[in-house]
């Protein structure tokens, strides 16, 4: 019989807007949180005003936020934050991702809400963290991205570094967001206390180095990493490859890959100075230029046959659409079908997590704006007059859709 959800009967209270906490409550809700997304009037959630848009509605937002319910209230007016208190009460998490101090000023602050309710885990997620001569700075991904030394490892010499064009910074930091709040949830077991979660991009980003820094301090200073475009000089054969039509990456930087390459392309890359990591990095650039030759002369689909028949780890550079095609993905439903109230059929990321007896795919779409407003407010023990009265103050507002 399946399991209930990992976090069935754990409250999420979704401060948070753009990506990483919406990210991070997402995988929470997935796994069975009740995150309820709490937006203020006018907008809501900034990532509502960032494309690609259909029908007004944000792709963007619908990703980040399926498997939530949603609210939207005014917490300037007396109404509405007393509202916001009650559900504080009765939640386990809080994740929020604004500036060190910008909630304090509007009485969210850990230090408040832990007050009202010691048990709260309260994760704050930032661009530098609440400590450290940049703590106060603005931030966002690229941001952390740029400063953490990552930007500077690629492209090539000579050129501006690209962007990444994928939100690393944000997604590892809500990832990291998963597994801490997680923590501090089994912790609390013990201590019957919440904590304060300080995240920071810059710090997620840091951390993510594998090689880099070790490079650099163990050699006392002396090896930078330098910009190698799409080669890997230290380790290769990694890196990108041309066919005769497209590209494909091939990973053969540990010996019995790289000696299964060399025999598929024979000739001079059966060479005894390539058998070695040492000897391929030594003349990198005589058996890189052997598996392009081999590569460019043929096209993608042949290089990925021999190479999968010498079980040398390669795959094709796909662009989107050839990953929305892939079996592989189909296979994984990496790629959800929901209806939504105003788009219909809708077709977005998935999350990775599989568990063995229980389903996590999400069972909500995003939520429109202020769509669960009542069902939230009569939740929490307030009035139908109230709920009334704070509907028509616009103190819980909503968009036309929502009803």
Known sequence: MPQTLPLSGIRVIDYSHFLAGPHMSRCLAAMGADVIKVERPGGGDAGRAHGYFKDGQSGYFLQQNMGKRGICVDMKDRRGFDLMMKLVETADVFVENYRP?????????????????PRLVYCSVSAYGHTGPDAARPGFGLIAEAKSGAMAQLGTDGEAP???????????????????????LLGRVATGKGQHIDLALYDC??????YAVQRYTFSDGEELPKRTGSDSPETPIYGVFPSSDAYIVIAAQVDDAWARLASLIGGAALDPKFATPTGRATHYREATALVKAWSSARTTRECLAALDASSVPSAPVQTIDQ??????????????????PVLGKVRLPNLPFRFSDCDTTPQRVAPLLGQHNVEIARELGIREEEIADMQRANVLASEPAAG
Request: aromatic share 4%.
């Open 205 to 210: 980003m840091i951390s993510i180095h594998d």
């Open 323 to 340: 990953v929305l095609a892939d079996p592989q993905v189909a296979a994984r439903n990496m790629v959800l079908e929901q209806t939504h």
């Open 162 to 184: 690209p962007l990444l064009r994928i939100p690393i910074a944000d997604m590892y930091a809500g990832m990291h967001g998963v597994a801490a709040i997680c923590a501090a």
């Open 101 to 117: 101090g910008a909630l304090e000023k509007l009485g969210l602050g850990y230090a408040a809400l832990s007050a009202r309710n």
